[in-house]
T-cell receptor
Framework: RKEVEQDPGPFNVPEGATVAFNCTYS??????FFWYRQDCRKEPKLLMS?????NEDGRFTAQLNRASQYISLLIRDSKLSDSATYLC???????????????WGLGTSLAVNP | EAQVTQNPRYLITVTGKKLTVTCSQN?????MSWYRQDPGLGLRQIYY???????DKGDVPEGYKVSRKEKRNFPLILESPSPNQTSLYFC????????????????FGPGTRLTVL
């Protein structure tokens, strides 16, 4: 099982739709979680951190489910400009246990259509 | 303007010809990292540095070298490039809070598209 897994998509949705992505992780000791957005051939940019209690930023909501070991990203009222690849990042302990490593998902592609 | 810069942005070279991709950040970040991104394989970490003179291997370090002599610069060196190093390379930096094993937001450079013939 991969350490971090995402459904690659593509997700094709009409403008105004609500869409949700999940990202599962294998290490139950993982501590921090992030969602990044990457436009085609551009650099990734932080979209939002994921807090234990869940957090919202405008149309975007991130949630963490530790029991089932996944994080989610919900986008409401999708805009054409939301078309991008969404990458999840999980901070997990290394095998030695005394350090942390960033593990990137492969990304979920979203296309919002007019 | 706070930013991470990489040079060159595009490079076509031939097998075996040594090259260096520069990376510089002006945010006084302790942490810097190099990634390569390939279709179907996502972002893979090559090397990272927690601070000056401290570097560690990532997941795919073979064929690459780095150095961190100054806080702002983290060059990536390919001593003898091969075609399998054709890729899109990203440099990133970030602040390390809560001790050397914590990570905050990473800021990425615009990427370097390298082709090795």
């Amino acid at each position: 099982r991969k350490e971090v897994e995402q459904d690659p998509g593509p997700f094709n949705v009409p403008e105004g739709a609500t869409v949700a992505f999940n990202c599962t992780y294998s290490n139950s000791a993982s501590q921090s979680f992030f969602w990044y957005r990457q436009d085609c051939r551009k650099e990734p940019k932080l979209l939002m951190s994921v807090y234990s209690s869940g957090n919202e930023d405008g149309r975007f909501t991130a949630q963490l489910n530790r029991a089932s070991q996944y994080i989610s990203l919900l986008i409401r009222d999708s805009k054409l400009s939301d078309s991008a690849t969404y990458l999840c990042v999980v901070i997990s302990p290394t095998n030695a246990g005394n350090n942390r490593k960033l593990i990137w998902g492969l990304g979920t592609s979203l296309a919002v259509n007019p | 303007e706070a930013q991470v810069t990489q040079n060159p942005r595009y490079l076509i070279t031939v097998t075996g010809k040594k090259l260096t991709v520069t990376c510089s950040q002006n945010m006084n970040h302790e942490y810097m990292s190099w990634y390569r991104q390939d279709p179907g394989l996502g972002l893979r970490q090559i090397y990272y540095s927690m601070n000056v003179e401290v570097t560690d291997k990532g997941d795919v370090p073979e064929g690459y070298k780095v150095s961190r002599k100054e806080k702002r610069n983290f060059p990536l060196i390919l001593e003898s490039p091969s075609p399998n190093q054709t890729s899109l390379y990203f440099c990133a930096s970030g602040r390390v809070a809560g001790g050397p094993s914590s990570y905050n937001e990473q800021f990425f450079g615009p990427g370097t598209r390298l082709t090795v013939l």
